[in-house]
């Protein structure tokens, strides 16, 4: 079968009773299957969410880390200069030795899924290796980047894509014949992002930590020239704005109403700090990523999730997940985002009103990393 035939579509939410009977195992599936998983598994990471997510939908999970643990505050691995200069040429070093450990771990496990996160430190010896291993397993690949954007994939990561047999994506155009599968994909799945059960959650603050966090219009994320605009248009038109983040230097003191915070604001398990930034702002932004021609980001679905509320740019995905105007807002210009940001900050009953509903429709529509998991568990296992 070719690529072109490869590229399914199923909607997210479709239970899997509907599945193309092509797509069905001849076995049933195991009640607790048992997962090999490859991810990153710091606190702050997505993958160490997923890890937990697993673990509550019954599967039984031997987790083994790409990148180094450890107490991070920039919630970022600190990569050396040599690795950030093998990066430079497609080679992303394997600092944890994934190539070594996961053969091994492999074979005394024996998985019937081996699910690995974006993995561009795999090489594809290893992935041939794993198929003679385990040849009952389903091997996934999951990443939440632009793996068709070359400046996210390594080379290995790319030779090695035509061994897995399912890879998920939250980018839905990575799906698309002409991406993921035109480099070797075999079967690609389009998942939308989601939020954390355990951190992304209502909690109370005090007011010394909402003073501490908080502000009138506030973004959580990494510098991105358009973001550093935009922000900028917003207080130089009387709105305080607090930025936190990695990459923000060159805007400290752009602006007397931009504040900026010069490090990124990541949750721990003592202190759920990113929690508590999004609750104790009024109007949290949602920024798209230009260069990763965003649709939707983790913080689309983790703000209302934590009953946040969610500004953000208006896309066909953001208009799919929530109710514009009633669950979050979309703005679309500057124009635009500069009007909704004073019409809701004037408007508290309004502002409490569409966060509330917009934790609502996460819970109801099972946003969360259980719920995807769920749903790409049972897709991979039915291969």
Not at 21 to 31: C, H, W
Not at 55 to 75: F, M
Not at 102 to 117: G, L, N, Q
Request: proline content about 5%.
């Amino acid at each position: 079968m070719g690529h072109d035939e490869q590229c399914i579509d199923i909607p997210e939410h479709a239970a899997l009773h509907l599945l193309p009977s092509s797509m069905m195992r001849s076995q049933p599936m195991p009640d607790h299957p048992r997962v090999l998983l490859v991810a990153d598994l710091n606190y702050y990471a997505k993958g160490y969410a997923r890890w937990q997510a697993l673990k509550r939908l019954g599967a039984e999970v031997e987790a083994i880390s790409h990148t180094p643990v450890g107490d991070n505050e920039d919630g970022t691995p600190g990569y050396s200069l040599l690795f950030r200069i093998a990066w430079k040429i497609g080679i992303h070093m394997d600092t944890e030795n994934i190539n070594t450990s996961m053969p091994v771990r492999a074979r005394t496990f024996e998985p019937d899924v081996i699910w690995i996160e974006k993995g561009n430190m795999v090489r594809p010896g290893t992935m041939a290796a794993l198929r003679t291993i385990c040849p009952n397993a389903i091997i996934a690949s999951y990443s939440e980047d632009d793996m068709y954007n070359p400046i996210n994939r390594s080379v290995a990561y790319q030779r090695g894509l035509k061994h897995y047999h399912i890879v998920f994506t939250s980018k839905s155009f990575n799906a698309k014949k002409q991406e993921l599968p035109s480099l070797g994909a075999n079967i690609c799945q389009f998942v939308d992002k989601a939020f954390d059960r355990e951190q992304h959650r209502p909690i109370e603050i005090t007011e010394a930590e909402r003073e501490a966090y908080g502000s009138d219009v506030g973004f959580i994320g990494t510098y991105a020239p358009e973001r550093g605009t935009d922000l900028l248009f917003l207080a130089e038109h009387s709105l305080s704005v607090r930025v936190w983040g990695n990459g923000w230097e060159a805007f400290s003191g752009k602006h007397p109403n931009l504040r900026v915070e010069r490090r990124a604001l990541v949750n721990r398990p003592d202190d759920l700090r990113y929690t508590k930034g999004i609750l104790a702002t009024k109007i949290n932004l949602g920024f798209l990523r230009k260069i990763n021609r965003d649709l939707q980001t983790d913080r689309s679905i983790e703000i209302p999730a934590c009953g946040g509320f969610l500004l953000t740019e208006f896309s066909s995905e953001h208009d799919r997940l929530f109710a514009n105007g009633k669950e979050a807002v979309f703005y679309n210009g500057q124009q635009d985002l500069l009007e909704k940001a004073q019409r809701y900050l004037s408007d508290d009953t309004l502002r409490h009103s569409v966060a509330e509903a917009g934790r609502k429709r996460c819970l109801a529509s099972d946003y969360s990393h259980d719920g995807r998991m769920a749903f790409m568990l049972e897709t991979a296992l039915r291969q």
